[in-house]
């Protein structure tokens, strides 16, 4: 079988606008939603759900948020971990008030909490743009943080400052707390992951992500035909908001369990998403998946190499992941801007053509 | 001799040319103490090629500013179909039926050809964000609707070979031609076309002329224009207005303004002793 698309006619635009053009492609995609929905829940361990699965799908779902305000609307924003601790600290408030709510309803509530907030923090960018508006978002990055260390509501006054969740049920399976098992926090997970993906590709290829494309090309021209720049705005940042929101609920309440909000949502974790997309692919869906994937499988794969391959000490190992890790980023950015998905793109290209190139 | 004062009249290649659409009357625009447009009155009626034409600096393409909203003047009305326009946004405008091209063209550098035309039913469409994120249904169907449309755009402007190239990728000409397809997209009922042949060769203009002609033939369309090209403006325009130093001095058919003792001044420069 050939990677290419001769042969697969299109005879109608609905046929034309999929999302996967190329057979091949739409094969391999089934093939991984069966694996991932009906294999690898069967064989999925701790050691898998913490160090890969769990943090690839979050980190994934809080790449997509940020790419479609960053790479889709063109808004640069720094607060990333801001947005992710309101939808943690949203997540908590809501279990411990209502905790016979199934999880989800916490989690997509604790989404829609992020977006209303993430709006309000979206009003300076009718006014401002690129580095400026950087600098108003890490505003919020730093306000955030800083509201739910001193405000002790937002804690439920626990003496340690930081939040707890609580054994919380989907079906009659835990999800979240210590008895939750690895199985049911993964689907928990990829169910949400793949759904959101879903949401995200159809507002991008509709005329919402057309809105947005318009003003991250050039935002005068997109108001001549008329795009009102504030609803496009705002909409762009209500939606990478409610995506954050929900990222922030699942690392708190599903991965991590117990938080304290600079530590798991401070201004490196803004960075860590940014990074992401970068080196994922701005403006693309399959790049905020490759991101994610990159920045969380590196470290773990560097580990297992130096530590169990090489038998370096763990700290020593730990100093040379952030350093490697580091120049690979650069490497990236020097070799190919555009990141994964371009790369991705080009060797498709070229898969197409094979074995005759010219 | 055709009278065209009256309600609409015929011209003398066939097409009717109806009432005033659009009326500016005593349009004085200021940039703090410039002067860019000073008291100037002319009307676009239904149906017309309209050219505006002048030297470098005169004010055309203030003009265009102020038609589509994106200047205010500091003086005078804009009557658009009837109804004089309040202060508006350019989106508004957009809305009600005015579209445009530049004379640096403003594409959407980073979308597909495709894209870049769908954005001019923008206004057109109205599927809300949860139908959208659903898809399936309504706005699915929504999207082919106008994607038929957008298509036989595609078609009449002979882009089709290149409908899913990104717009970077194109050269100089074919950009101008997506702009076109862009604005005529939004179906409008104006049409403002700022130096839609500039920098272009004898054959691209030739094309764009041709394209020109075409849609106030085919889709009726009210086509507003700055040009140049003095060759290009009289053969295509049914109208001329002549601006020079932000005033008009003349205004007539292509034969009228010719011969018209002011705008040979302006153009050819006069003795001053």
Redesign the interface.
Known sequence: MIYREAGDFKT???ED?QTFPIKLDRRAYWTLMVVAFAVVPFVINDYWANAVLLPFLIYAIAALGLNILTGYAGQVSLGTGGFMAVGAYAAYKLMTAFPDVPILFHVLIAGAITALVGMAFGLPSLRIKGFYLAVATLAAQFFLVWLFNKVPWFFNYSASGMINAPERTMFGAAITGPEASAPARYLFCLILTVALAW?AR??T????G??W??I???D??????????LTAKL?AFA?SSFFIGVAGALLFAVYLGAVEVGEAFGIQKSFLILFMIIIGGL?SIFGSFAGAAFMVLMPVLLKNVLVDGFGWATDLAAHFQFMIVGALIIVFLVFEPHGLAQLWRLAKEKLRLWPFPH | MTDMNAESYVTEDGRTIGGVIMEMKNITLRFGGVTAIQDISFDIREGEIRAIIGPNGAGKSSMLNVISGFYVPQEGEVWFRGRRRAKMRPYQVARQGIARTFQNIALFEGMSVLDNVMTGRLTRMKTGLAAQALWFGRAEREEIEHREKVEKIIDFLEIQAIRKTPVGRLPYGLKKRVELARALAAEPALLLLDEPMAGMNVEEKEDMSRFILDVNDEFGTTICLIEHDMGVVMDLSDRVVVMDYGRKIGDGTPDEVRNNQAVIDAYLGVAHD
């Open positions: 109608s635009y609905r606008s949401i159809n507002l290829r509709g005329s919402v057309r809105k494309m318009a991250r090309d050039m005068i021209a997109a108001e001549i035909i008329g795009v009102n720049p909409s939606v403006g």
